[in-house]
């Protein structure tokens, strides 16, 4: 069973930038769709983007493209997600999962193995 640890959250300023971190420590993620997914306080769950097996095909949430990317190194078992430009409505605690399958855009049903999240606060 994949057991996914994301890292990187902190509190940063409008404007700036973070890059986190989604580690597997025990399989491969080689052959697994990543996502990345955040949740504010009161709001529901949303996907914020993707990232096929094998790298190539992504998909990123409106409300994100242009200011993230998602990124795989599979030797390293890790996907990464750059935030820049972050603003203040992107403050949610941000979590990672593997599904199995690859649809744009994703479907979150899809999803399983969620990591316990890491917090971002965008604020001044």
Same mark, same amino acid.
């Given at each position: ?7 990187? &959250? ?11 971190? /989604?580690?597997? @420590? ?8 990543? &996502? ?5 306080? &009161? ?16 998909? !990123? %949430?409106?409300?994100?493209? &242009? ?7 599979? %030797? ?17 605690? !941000? !979590? /990672?999962?593997?599904?199995?399958? !690859? ?9 399983? @193995? ?11």
């Amino acid at each position: 069973q994949l057991r996914l640890a994301e890292s990187g &959250g902190g509190l940063v300023q409008p404007g700036g930038s973070l890059r986190l971190s /989604c580690v597997n @420590s025990e399989f491969t993620l080689e052959y697994f769709t990543i &996502g990345w997914f955040r949740q504010a306080p &009161g709001k529901e769950r949303e996907v914020v983007a993707s990232i096929r097996s094998r790298g190539g095909s992504t998909t !990123y %949430a409106d409300s994100v493209k &242009g200011r993230f990317t998602i990124s795989r190194d599979n %030797a390293k078992n890790t996907v990464w997600l750059q935030m820049n430009s972050l603003k203040p409505e992107d403050t949610a605690v !941000y !979590y /990672c999962a593997a599904s199995t399958f !690859y649809s744009d855009p994703p479907n979150l049903a899809d999803f399983h @193995s969620w990591g316990q999240g890491t917090q971002v606060t965008v604020s001044s």
